[in-house]
Nanobody, 122 residues
Framework: QVRLVESGGGLVQPGGSLRLSCVGS????????IGWFRRAPGKDLEEVSC???????NYGDPVKGRFSISRDNAKKTVYLHMNSLKAEDTANYYC????????????????WGPGTQVAVSS
């Protein structure tokens, strides 16, 4: 059974850092792009970052220069390193997969995880 599970969320102060993990099971991670998405209260789902199967990284404008994405295929894990967190980063964060390449079309991603909550507040 194909699964993605996120972890690493929590409460952090503005300016702080978190590392989210997305662990895959039931499939070989090597040939899949993994995207990180978030849904803030009252807002639409947005793509935060994505890493292709070959390792090319993309970032949404709100997180450029603050977030970074990486993958460890041996551990079947994709990480989202979040630095200089702001209140507007508060959201539920999800990961999902797409074969090989990333896409700006969120609907082309599948196997969504249940999400992990990030709250940035003093």
């Amino acid at each position: 059974q194909v699964r993605l599970v996120e972890s690493g969320g929590g409460l952090v102060q503005p300016g702080g850092s978190l590392r989210l993990s997305c662990v895959g099971s039931g499939f070989t991670l090597d040939t899949w792009a993994i995207g990180w998405f978030r849904r803030a209260p009252g807002k639409d789902l947005e793509e935060v970052s994505c890493i292709t199967a070959s390792g090319t990284m993309n970032y949404g404008d709100p997180v450029k220069g603050r977030f970074s994405i990486s993958r460890d295929n041996a551990k079947k894990t994709v990480y989202l390193h979040m630095n200089s967190l702001k209140a507007e980063d508060t959201a539920n964060y999800y990961c999902a997969r797409r074969h090989r390449d990333c896409s700006p079309v969120i609907g082309t991603f599948g196997s969504w995880g249940p999400g992990t909550q990030v709250a940035v507040s003093s």
